[in-house]
């Protein structure tokens, strides 16, 4: 078998806010470790999802004239005309179906993939007073939210994760702030249960995600390649974490199957059972329902594909009974 090419040099692509960017720190490292001469260049692209925060997150493709990937778009042209040799992204944020030119390469190392309730008072969801205001840029989290609360006020956020704290802290009006636990980590905020935002401190409740199931891909860091571009190809293949890899295929594919975006309010995870079986559960709001689909099957992880459909026809079955 012929051997593959020593890999040289690879230019990193990334957005530019300070989780996308310790997210690609952490992609070097990845590389760096297993190439150490291997000759890195980062280059910073704005997407729409950028651009656009004067708007809720879920009229931005929208108003762009987009059908998916708000914050991977520019990204991808970028890989297209050969700026970039990889892209570096936020698994959530990817399209469940992508064109037949690129591919999900690798995957690192998933973090937490819990939502948290980031609160001025301790108490976490159930402390938080009838009518409380509480702030999220995701369908998903304020469906969720809504189901489980009705009592309180969803409000949109724009901006990245320090952004959204303050904007929390200086508020005179929300009570809580939705995010994803693994940003809060990547970014160091998190510490003993807290944040602390200017001085004041912030309690942080994990959500139960069994209950309030993650968004597909959530705590993951992907990255996108050209296909047949076997130079990157070969790098990603060094930094890839299979189990990752797997449980994510299934998440995916599930939206694939379902037509999900970006934006649809459906959350779903998989998680590696001890014995290698996945557990798949997802949850889905259907137009007009506040209360959602739940579903949860367990089957191989080497048929992510089997695994989607599985749960999908499950999901189905409840409906209709």
């Known amino acids: 078998m012929k051997e593959a090419p020593e890999v040289k040099s690879i230019i990193l692509g990334t957005r530019g806010s300070a989780?996308?960017?310790?997210?690609?720190?952490?992609?070097?490292?990845?590389?760096?470790?297993?190439?150490?001469?291997?000759?890195?260049?980062?280059?910073?692209?704005k997407t729409t999802g950028d651009r656009r925060t004067d708007i809720p997150l879920s009229e931005?493709?929208?108003?762009?004239?987009?059908?998916?990937?708000?914050?991977?778009?520019?990204?991808?042209?970028?890989?297209?005309?050969?700026?970039?040799?990889?892209?570096?992204?936020?698994?959530k944020d990817m399209p469940s179906l992508l064109d037949e030119e690129f591919s999900i390469a690798a995957v690192l190392p998933r973090a937490s993939r819990k939502d948290v309730l980031?609160?001025?008072?301790?108490?976490?969801?159930?402390?938080?007073?009838?009518?409380?205001?509480v702030a999220t840029s995701s369908v998903r989290r304020r469906r969720l939210l809504e189901s489980m609360r009705p009592d309180l006020e969803i409000v949109d956020i724009r901006g990245n994760v320090p952004t959204r704290i303050r904007?929390?802290?200086?508020?005179?009006?929300?009570?809580?702030?939705?995010?994803?636990?693994?940003?809060?980590?990547?970014?160091?905020?998190?510490?003993?249960?807290?944040?602390?935002?200017?001085?004041?401190?912030?309690?942080?409740?994990?959500?139960?995600?069994?209950?309030f199931v993650p968004a597909a891909g959530q705590g993951a860091v992907g990255l996108e390649i050209r296909?047949?571009?076997?130079?990157?190809?070969?790098?990603?293949?060094?930094?890839?974490?299979?189990?990752?890899?797997?449980?994510?295929?299934?998440?995916?594919?599930?939206?694939?199957?379902?037509?999900?975006?970006?934006?649809?309010?459906?959350?779903?995870a998989a998680e590696i059972e001890e014995g290698g079986e996945i557990r798949l559960r997802a949850v889905v709001f259907e137009d007009g329902e506040n209360v959602p689909l739940r579903g949860e099957v367990l089957g191989s992880g080497d048929d992510p594909e089997g695994m989607a459909v599985k749960l999908l026809a499950a999901m189905k079955d409840s409906r209709s009974s």
Not at 19 to 44: G, N, T, W
Not at 122 to 131: D, I
Not at 241 to 267: H, I, K, Q, W
């Open 118 to 133: 980031i609160g001025k008072e301790s108490g976490g969801l159930e402390g938080l007073r009838r009518g409380a205001k």
């Open 227 to 268: 296909s047949g571009d076997m130079n990157a190809l070969n790098a990603c293949k060094k930094v890839n974490d299979g189990n990752t890899m797997r449980v994510v295929a299934a998440e995916r594919r599930f939206l694939a199957l379902l037509g999900a975006g970006c934006e649809t309010p459906v959350g779903v």
């Open 60 to 91: 931005v493709a929208r108003a762009a004239d987009m059908d998916k990937g708000v914050f991977t778009k520019e990204l991808e042209v970028s890989l297209q005309n050969g700026d970039i040799d990889i892209a570096v992204h936020s698994l």
């Open 19 to 45: 989780l996308a960017l310790a997210q690609a720190e952490m992609a070097e490292s990845a590389l760096r470790a297993v190439f150490p001469d291997l000759d890195i260049k980062r280059r910073v692209i």
């Open 167 to 211: 904007k929390l802290r200086e508020s005179e009006e929300l009570e809580g702030l939705l995010l994803a636990k693994a940003g809060l980590c990547r970014l160091e905020l998190l510490h003993d249960g807290v944040v602390d935002s200017g001085g004041e401190v912030l309690y942080v409740e994990e959500l139960d995600e069994t209950v």
